[in-house]
T-cell receptor, first 109, second 114 residues
Framework: GNSVTQMEGPVTLSEEAFLTINCTYT??????LFWYVQYPGEGLQLLLK?????DKGSNKGFEATYRKETTSFHLEKGSVQVSDSAVYFC????????FGAGTRLTVKP | ETGVTQTPRHLVMGMTNKKSLKCEQH?????MYWYKQSAKKPLELMFV???????ENNSVPSRFSPECPNSSHLFLHLHTLQPEDSALYLC?????????????FGPGTRLTVL
């Protein structure tokens, strides 16, 4: 069946460091891919998405490119801030949507 | 109110109590979901409703009983829970069950079972 696998956390970075959170997927067909973010005390919210191969989703300085050849959708940000501390979920379109296990990011000043 | 709201935000209950969690979406969506989020299983789908009809029950124990009286409201009735049921319960909605539909989440109910 369809699934996503994302890197285990937690990830701890200093402010202004470069961030990569790895996500790979297994799917039949051509799913859409998503990154959701969960800030402390809140529910998940959509961060970005890509609907086809080579698409790049971007939002709030975060980017992820849909790579069909490596079945990946890695999340990147060039310079993280303390306010980016949250849990990040990779997800794949299916009925219902398939979520990864989540990666907790802590950014220290 | 906008988006997806959940009440109460925090709930402490004993194992013999009966309580209910409420979810309401103000987005005009037709599909609603209950998830359980805990340290052991970060995001576990429990139930799915589409146009008020239950379409998925992921082997959830009968001590959890969902109810969807209309497309805007979703309840989770709780009775004789166990301490391991302590978790964050998240409600979500989407326009439909179509694959590309974004899910919108509420802030969750933090449940503690004593």
């Amino acid at each position: 069946g369809n699934s996503v696998t994302q890197m285990e956390g937690p990830v701890t970075l200093s402010e202004e460091a470069f961030l990569t959170i790895n996500c790979t997927y297994t799917a039949t067909g051509y799913p859409s891919l998503f990154w959701y973010v969960q800030y402390p005390g809140e529910g998940l919210q959509l961060l970005l998405k890509a609907t086809k191969a080579d698409d790049k989703g971007s939002n709030k300085g975060f980017e992820a490119t849909y790579r069909k050849e490596t079945t990946s959708f890695h999340l990147e940000k060039g310079s993280v801030q303390v306010s980016d501390s949250a849990v990040y979920f990779c997800a794949l379109s299916d009925i219902p949507m398939r979520f990864g296990a989540g990666t907790r990011l802590t950014v220290k000043p | 109110e906008t988006g997806v709201t959940q009440t109460p935000r925090h709930l402490v209950m004993g194992m013999t109590n009966k309580k209910s969690l409420k979810c309401e979406q103000h987005l005009g969506h037709n599909a609603m979901y209950w998830y359980k989020q805990s340290a052991k299983k970060p995001l576990e789908l429990m139930f799915v409703y589409n146009f008020k009809e239950q379409t998925e029950n992921n082997s959830v124990p009968s001590r959890f009983s969902p109810e969807c009286p209309n497309s805007s409201h979703l309840f989770l009735h709780l009775h004789t829970l166990q301490p391991e049921d302590s978790a964050l319960y998240l409600c979500a909605s989407s326009q439909s069950l179509a694959e590309d539909n974004e899910q919108f989440f509420g802030p969750g109910t933090r449940l503690t079972v004593l």
